[in-house]
């Protein structure tokens, strides 16, 4: 089974850029790489993904290695309304399987 | 546009009950997606539907079963309930396939606790 790995918790300070890194070395070429995140008491919500190119959006960028093996979402400036967990997600399509990774819960200090 | 509802948002059952879950997607998504969210194993995939179709499944028992009605609106079923299934269960609907570079929209879950 295709599996990511990100670091279990990481902390930033509020208005700095967090970097969120996430390892998917049995990644195909076909795989998306999609990042939702997890606020308390609420189901997961769509942040970005990519396949390729490095993607940028209203809320984050993403930046895949060129290898495609690793990824990392960047989050411009950290607010106390980014504070959530954070799941690197990719789609399998030999098995047609979404894996979660296990979570980075991201810390922001006022 | 209204988000994705589930219904019901709590539940309490008994060892060896079934319990169904209900899932309305965001009007004109297809594909509904069933996940279990647990403290241990953390959020796994059980089945998805498109178009009234089983078309992707996780590895769970056969206790688990889903389908999708023609308006979309998605079902999941567990019969024999365990303990171990005490769980949040999240729906997730999207435009197409989900994955195929299509975002996921997810609902607030049902919190179902079997005693």
């Known amino acids: 089974d295709a599996k990511t790995t990100q670091p279990n918790s990481m902390e930033s300070n509020e208005e700095e850029p967090v970097h969120l890194p996430c390892n998917h070395s049995?990644?195909?070429?076909?795989?998306?790489i999609h990042w939702y995140r997890q606020l308390p008491s609420q189901g997961p919500e769509y942040v970005i993904h990519?396949?390729?190119s490095n993607v940028n959006n209203r809320m984050a960028s993403l930046a895949i290695a060129e290898d495609r093996k690793s990824s990392t979402l960047i989050l411009h400036r950290a607010t106390l309304r980014d504070a959530a967990v954070y799941y690197c997600?990719?789609?399998?399509?030999?098995?047609?399987?979404?894996?979660f990774g296990s979570g980075t819960q991201l810390t922001v200090l006022p | 546009k209204a988000g994705v509802t589930q219904t019901p948002r709590y539940l309490i059952k008994t060892r060896g009950q079934q319990v169904t879950l209900s899932c309305s997607p965001i009007?004109?998504?297809?594909?509904v997606s069933w996940y279990q969210q647990t403290p241990g194993q953390g959020l796994q995939f059980l089945f998805e539907?498109?178009?009234?179709?089983?078309?992707n499944k996780g590895n769970f028992p056969g206790r688990f079963s889903g389908r999708q009605f023609s308006n979309s609106r998605s079902e999941m079923n567990v019969s024999t309930l365990e303990l171990g299934d005490s769980a949040l269960y999240l729906c997730?609907?999207?435009?197409?396939?989900?994955?195929?570079?299509?975002?996921?929209?997810f609902g607030p879950g049902t919190r179902l606790t079997v005693l």
């Open positions: 990519g396949l390729t």
């Open positions: 009007s004109g998504h297809r594909s």
């Open positions: 997730a609907s999207s435009p197409g396939l989900a994955g195929e570079g299509n975002e996921q929209f």
């Open positions: 049995t990644i195909s070429g076909t795989d998306y």
């Open positions: 997600i990719l789609r399998v399509r030999s098995t047609r399987q979404l894996t």
């Open positions: 539907y498109f178009s009234e179709t089983q078309r």
